[in-house]
């Protein structure tokens, strides 16, 4: 689905936040980008959906280099992508169904009446179906997540990128969340995750990314990289183990 080479991003002429990595996010699959805080993984996110133009290497977005298009036709591929940013993003002047109706009203022509049948439709699948009137000053953080993954499925995206999912939430929270993510799979979409949450990691990939001072140390199948004896990673998932005794 994405392919990345020799991908290079920095800020303000600074040290690299993303250096030279070249991989692969499987179609159909869900693959879990983690590492440290700070570390450059939602810059990656953005890059790989053309939100962020790299300073040298490639993307390619089924095969299609996004840095060789227009915004016009960025806003196009955009189409197929959703977005499921790490504190939700919503318009705050809006009530949850106008949010969830926004990428909808943007990209296609539709009768009101079709608009709301896909807000209840898309509400109804993250648990939320009395949500819409709400406004999000209304919302538990938890709710917030939900009606962002709405709004990102609105358009039923091939693939979908989520932002840290689980961050700040308890523990009842981000297993619903995770559940969530779980039940949404199939039908060939594909997820991209953005986490340094360990046991949701566990919990939801298939493949599993490690990003460090901005080089992809390693991308595999979630046992492989559990596996792993590169000390970093190791070091990573010690966390887990200990919490886990």
Sequence with gaps: MI?????TKSFDRGAPV?????????????????GPSGTGKSVFAKLCIGLLRPDSGAVFLNDVELSALSERELYKVREK??????????????????NVA????????LPETEIRRIVREKLD??????????MPAELSGGMR????IARAIALDPELVIFDEPTSGLDPVMADAIDQLILEMRGGGRTFLVIS?????TVRIADRVGMLHEGRMLAMGHRREI?????PVIRQFFSRLDKATR
């Excluded at 993303?18 to 499987?26: H, N, Q």
């Excluded at 340094?196 to 949701?200: G, I, K, N, Q, T």
């Design 3 to 7: 392919r990345t080479e020799r991908l």
């Design 18 to 34: 993303i250096a030279d990595v070249s991989t692969r996010i499987e179609r159909g699959m869900t693959t879990v980008i983690l």
């Design 81 to 98: 992508v959703g977005m499921c940013f790490q504190d939700g993003a919503l318009f705050d002047s809006l009530s949850v169904g106008e």
């Design 102 to 109: 926004f990428p909808i009203r943007r990209h296609l022509a």
């Design 125 to 134: 699948r993250v648990g939320l179906p009395d949500a819409a009137p709400l």
């Design 145 to 148: 997540k939900r009606v962002g």
């Design 196 to 200: 340094h949450d360990l046991e949701s």
């Design 226 to 230: 559990l596996a792993s004896r590169e």
